[in-house]
Structures are given as structure tokens and as C-alpha cells.
């Protein structure tokens, strides 16, 4: 009796842990992607963004303070990054995975000497990238953010540094309202000012991917 107990006790525990084997082999691939790097805070504040300087940069618009009144909205060179497997998505898809962070670093123009904004250096006159001088950040969580087309918006300060340690979603009037208005339909980012995503679909040679 007390064999045949055993057997059924150790037939069932193989049973089990094929099962469990199983399961993980063909565990759907969405609960395998990479945690989001959004770390928020209990009360949904985001964390300062780290080691964005390493992502994938996908671009710099420039909005000068010199060509807007002395003092631009975003001051000055947006450089924005985005994480390379989120990238490797967009570029596949045409949207960004849950959990994607977009970082707009803003860094002031070096010294200017025009009115404009500009200066003149060895390779000609224009504009370079000076001190960093802020940051915006964008989230894709469609829990989070249902609201605002599944993207929430951040604004750690529009200044030298120190930034802020978290910052809380800024109001819809303050951000989403403008890239509702103007970019729904390329998910919420503005992807025509960035060579590597706007070419996704271009086969002329040498403008589409890294
Ligand atoms: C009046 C319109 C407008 C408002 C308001 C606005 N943005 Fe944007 N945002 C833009 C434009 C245009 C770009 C791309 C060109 C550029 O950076 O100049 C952009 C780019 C970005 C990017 C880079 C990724 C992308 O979507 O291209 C982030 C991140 C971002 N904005 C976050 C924010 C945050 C956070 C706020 C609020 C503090 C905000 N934006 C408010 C117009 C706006």
C-alpha cells in the first residue's frame, strides 16, 4: 500500500514539473519582454531617468531662444533617446511596446555672438550643443494612461542641473494636449523630425535603419 502511495505521490510531482517546464516554454511572449525602465514611485510620481545617454539618440531639433523672443518654450537642443529594443520595436511595428521611455534632454547653444542665437566656429556659423539644460520625458502605459492616448508626460525641470528626483504627470494642457493635437496617429511621438524612425518604410538606399 504504502509503495503504490509513493508511485501515485511521484507520478504526480513529474506531472507537475513537466507541466511547469511546459508552461514557461510557452509562457505567451508579451510576459517575457523587458520591465519597463519607468520606475514610478508609490504615488505614481516618475523617477529621474539613468543611463539614457547610452540609448539610441534618434535626434536634436533645435529651438534656439535667439529665433523665439529670448526665451524658447524648450530651451534649446532637444536630444531625445530611446532605448534600443524600443527602437528595434518601432522600426518592426510602427508603434512603441508598452513600458517604452522616450527622454528629451535639452541642452542650451554654446555662447551665442549673433542675435540669433549663433556663433561662429572653424566648420561655419551656427549653433552647438552646450550645457545640459533640463529634461521632458514621455511614457508609454496604457494603464497609467488611458486618458492620453497611453502616454504620460513629465517635465523634470527646463534648467541646469540638478533636476528634479520625480516628477508627477503634468496636466494635459501643459503637454499631451499639443502631441494629441498634432501626433496621434504616429503614437503620440513626433517621429517626422527623426531620420531613423521616419525612414521605416523608405528603400531608397542607405536612409532606412541603423
Ligand atoms: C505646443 C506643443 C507641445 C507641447 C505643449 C509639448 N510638446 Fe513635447 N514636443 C513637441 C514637438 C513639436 C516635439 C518635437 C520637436 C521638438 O522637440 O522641438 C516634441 C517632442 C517631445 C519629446 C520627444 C519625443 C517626441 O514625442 O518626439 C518628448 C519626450 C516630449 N515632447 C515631452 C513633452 C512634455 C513632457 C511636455 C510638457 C512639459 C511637452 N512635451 C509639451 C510639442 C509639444
Known sequence: MKKYLLAIIGGVSLVAAISFLLNISTRPIAAQVKPSTAVFESDGKLKLPTGYRAWVFVGAPLTPDGLNNGKAGFPEYHNVYIEKHNVDAYLKTGSFP?????????????????PDGSRTEPSGRGYFNGEYNGMDVTVKDSKRFAQTNNWGFFNFGHHAWPLEESSKEASVSECAGCHIANVAKTDMTWVQFYPLLRNRENDAPGQKGY
Not at 508598452?98 to 549673433?114: A, L
Open 98 to 114: 508598452e513600458g517604452t521611455v522616450i527622454v528629451k534632454e535639452m541642452t542650451r547653444v554654446v555662447k551665442p555672438t549673433f
